[in-house]
């Protein structure tokens, strides 16, 4: 099993750009989502999903965008990039019900100049 | 869901145990208290939850007090690759949402 995949490792954006953070998992996990981590600082969730076709908001939704139309992927797209979204994204992935015990990813460094 | 507060930092000796304390003060009768740590800029790793009772498991065991308000996660016999941000968390049981806050950061000394 690969576990939980990201893609790109890196990426730098113009302000204004859009584009799609890429998270794939490989074990039927109903559970996924996706944190942001400033510098010094611990994870802060922005969107989370129970099954495929369900989503919902976390603490800093603002400026970002989810769909699951699969169990496996969940892709966060950010609209229009703003500097302040320059952080590492992590994406995770848990069997829901039990114990939420959630699997990351390698994480996104996103910068936005 | 409640939060935690944790110690910013703590150093443990190589061998000894590491205790890292959490409150959750707020806590309610179905919410869970979680365990995870985050080595460099990994992402994050879980190591073990509880609701009422103590739990161990191969990586650490977990005490909570009887009134739930705060826990104590215990590394028994730390190494260096130990260290690590620890975050307490605290999860409602009919909740999907993780509020991770900023952890401890514990280094193991040789």
């Known amino acids: 099993n690969a576990g939980v995949t990201q893609t790109p490792k890196f990426q730098v954006l113009k302000t204004g750009q859009s584009m799609t953070l890429q998270c794939a998992q490989d074990?039927?996990?109903?559970?996924m989502s996706w944190y942001r981590q400033d510098p010094g600082m611990g994870l802060r969730l922005i969107h989370y999903?129970?099954?495929?076709?369900?989503?919902d908001q976390g603490e800093v939704p603002n400026g970002y965008n989810v769909s699951r139309s699969t169990t496996e992927d969940f892709p966060l797209r950010l609209l229009s990039a703003a500097p302040s979204q320059t952080s590492v994204y992590f994406c995770?992935?848990?069997?829901?019900?039990?114990?939420?015990?959630?699997?990351f990813g390698p994480g996104t460094r996103l910068t936005v100049t | 869901d409640a939060k935690t507060t944790q110690p910013t930092s703590m150093d443990c000796a190589e061998g000894r145990a590491a205790n890292l304390p959490c409150n959750h003060s707020?806590?309610?009768?179905?919410?869970?208290v979680y365990w995870y740590r985050q080595i460099h800029s990994q992402g994050p790793q879980y190591i073990i939850h509880?609701?009422?009772n103590n739990e161990t498991n191969e990586m650490a065991s977990l005490i909570i007090t009887e009134d739930r308000k705060s826990s104590t996660l215990i590394l028994p016999h730390a190494t260096l690759r130990d260290t690590a941000v620890y975050y307490c968390?605290?999860?409602?049981?009919?909740?999907?949402?993780?509020?991770f806050g900023t952890g401890t950061s514990l280094t193991v000394i040789p």
């Open positions: 968390i605290v999860r409602s049981g009919t909740g999907n949402q993780f509020y």
């Open positions: 995770a992935s848990a069997r829901a019900g039990g114990a939420y015990e959630q699997y």
């Open positions: 074990m039927n996990h109903e559970y």
């Open positions: 509880g609701l009422k």
């Open positions: 999903s129970v099954g495929a076709g369900i989503t």
């Open positions: 707020t806590i309610s009768g179905n919410e869970y």
